[in-house]
């Protein structure tokens, strides 16, 4: 049951990208322009080749570490994310039999447009006769009995599915219920001659803080998934040496380098046409939906906070003035956040240590605070809730805290009062530099304020708090209200508003 015995079947790179150029006029550049990004084309071999080149499985050597097979592309709008999804499943189907393959989009109609380019190659010689029945809107199937399906995002959909590859494009949009779901549908089978590994395939633009595409990306950091990045500068066409570089507004980002491509070879964006798209747009999207440097943070309850600017490796030097301060959010079910900052005479603060803890009680969280191996607290600033009496008890927490010898405060703050005040330490409208930093130890305030995102309800203007990043940014709140507007009074060991 040949798929293609008409057809040599790549076995290179080289074979591939000149395969779907001679059947589908697909032309793509062998190298990115912009460093440490890719091609297009290097997606397509690591879905094509199963994570790596082919080798006749008598020459694999034995205890050969499975290749990671799983993998995210992030790129830019236009850079032909759909229409690759559809190239790797049409190579996938047609190379080996039996596969099965799923398209699921970040909504029914993004399903549809990949499903549309494949249908589309379908429809070319000599893949056409390779169609067995009839093409549906939902089903494709091939007379080597490879098959390919959208499915709808449900998760009785894809709960149901038994696959080989499923294709996720756009995952942003995606539910992350139906997400989770989608982890656990891929079987490894033996197609043909291929051991095609059981495989999710992610494709996306990243626009939404701290989203799904923020954790895939992190997670191909870390090693567990591939990780292929382009922008629009990596798709680009040849740029004719007639083009003068001085007057181009692509110049900033491109260097020329376009000029150097391969006419046969580039890419299949025009360069005029990505000059009138920046034209159009702010640096702000530009950088997030075309160069795909950064992340939006369009929708970011702190949009000044930059990892290369506010995170820090090392400790301030200590100073006979330098104080130790400290910010708390309680929670039981949700963590336990208890922050220490160090505060200088130019009253920068850098946050040098972090608890975050859940199911703790609040004799554990005290004990932490007293532990003489933790700095001393001049005072601590908590969440305003602990002042309320407990029925139980009687007391506060914060009157326990006290009665502990630790000088808490309380103060009633507006969530939006507090969130300005950090942000203007992060970038102050003086054009100075940053008043606080945070240590790089501090991982769970360093996630938090990056991914801490309004509510995507646009008659809503709250921050959304059913992820769980509020907690630890309501301790750097506490703690920076109480720093910049210290008027309060006072009695004993407890401090209020």
């Not at 008598?58 to 592309?73: L, N, S």
């Not at 379908?122 to 893949?127: I, Q, V, Y």
């Not at 629009?232 to 507004?249: I, K, Q, S, T």
């Not at 360093?446 to 992820?467: G, H, L």
Request: glycine share 8%; net charge neutral; charged share 25%.
């Amino acid at each position: 049951m040949d798929a293609v015995p008409a057809l040599t079947r790549p076995a290179s790179r080289h074979d591939l990208r000149h395969f779907l150029h001679q059947h589908l006029d697909l032309r793509f550049a062998d190298d990115p322009i912009v460093p440490g990004h890719h091609s297009p084309i290097d997606y397509l071999c690591h879905a094509f080749f199963e994570g790596e080149p082919p080798l006749p499985d008598a020459a694999a050597p034995a205890g050969r570490q499975a290749p990671i097979v799983d993998c995210v592309v992030w790129a830019n709008r236009g850079g032909g994310k759909t229409m690759l999804g559809a190239v790797a499943t049409l190579m996938d189907m047609v190379y080996k039999p039996g596969i099965h393959v799923r398209i699921l989009g970040g909504s029914l109609e993004q399903a549809e447009r990949m499903h549309t380019h494949l249908r589309g190659f379908l429809a070319r010689e000599p893949f056409r006769s390779m169609v067995r029945g009839r093409v549906t809107d939902r089903r494709i199937v091939l007379r080597n009995t490879s098959e390919v399906e959208l499915l709808a995002q449900s998760q009785t959909s894809v709960r149901g599915t038994r696959v080989q590859k499923i294709r996720c494009d756009e995952v942003e949009l995606f539910d992350p219920a139906v997400w989770e779901a989608a982890q656990l549908v891929t079987r490894s089978q033996r197609c043909g001659g291929t051991l095609v590994r059981g495989a999710v395939e992610c494709l996306s633009t990243m626009h939404i803080p701290g989203g799904i595409m923020h954790d895939l990306v992190g997670q191909a950091a870390a090693g567990t998934r591939r990780l292929f990045k382009w922008g629009v500068l990596d798709v680009l066409e040849r740029c004719e040496p007639a083009r003068d570089c001085g007057a181009c507004a692509l110049y900033s980002e491109c260097s020329g380098r376009a000029k150097r491509r391969q006419g046969a070879m580039a890419g299949h964006v025009t360069i005029d046409d990505a000059l009138v798209m920046k034209s159009r747009v702010g640096t702000a999207v530009w950088e997030t939906e075309m160069l795909c440097s950064r992340p939006s943070r369009t929708a970011a309850v702190l949009p000044e906070f930059d990892r290369c600017l506010h995170v820090v490796s090392e400790e301030p030097p200590a100073t006979d003035d330098a104080q130790w301060v400290g910010g708390m959010d309680f929670g039981m079910r949700s963590p336990t956040v208890i922050l220490w900052g160090m505060v200088g005479a130019d009253r920068t603060v850098w946050i040098l240590h972090e608890r975050s803890v859940s199911g703790a009680t609040l004799d554990d969280h005290i004990a932490e605070i007293l532990d003489p191996a933790r700095p001393v607290l001049r005072w601590l600033s908590v969440d305003p809730s602990g002042a309320a009496t407990n029925y139980h008890t009687g007391i506060s927490t914060t009157e326990m805290m006290a009665r502990r010898g630790i000088r808490v405060c309380a103060r009633p703050a507006r969530v939006h009062e507090g969130l300005l005040l950090i942000r203007a330490r992060l970038r102050p409208a003086d054009g100075g530099p940053p008043r606080l930093y945070v240590h790089r130890r501090c991982a769970t305030l360093i996630d938090s304020m990056e991914r801490f995102s309004y509510d995507d309800n646009p008659q809503s203007d709250a921050p959304d708090k059913s992820r769980g990043f509020d907690h630890a940014v309501d301790a750097l709140r506490y703690l920076v209200h109480r720093l910049d507007l210290p008027s309060s009074s006072q009695s004993g060991s407890y401090t209020t508003r």
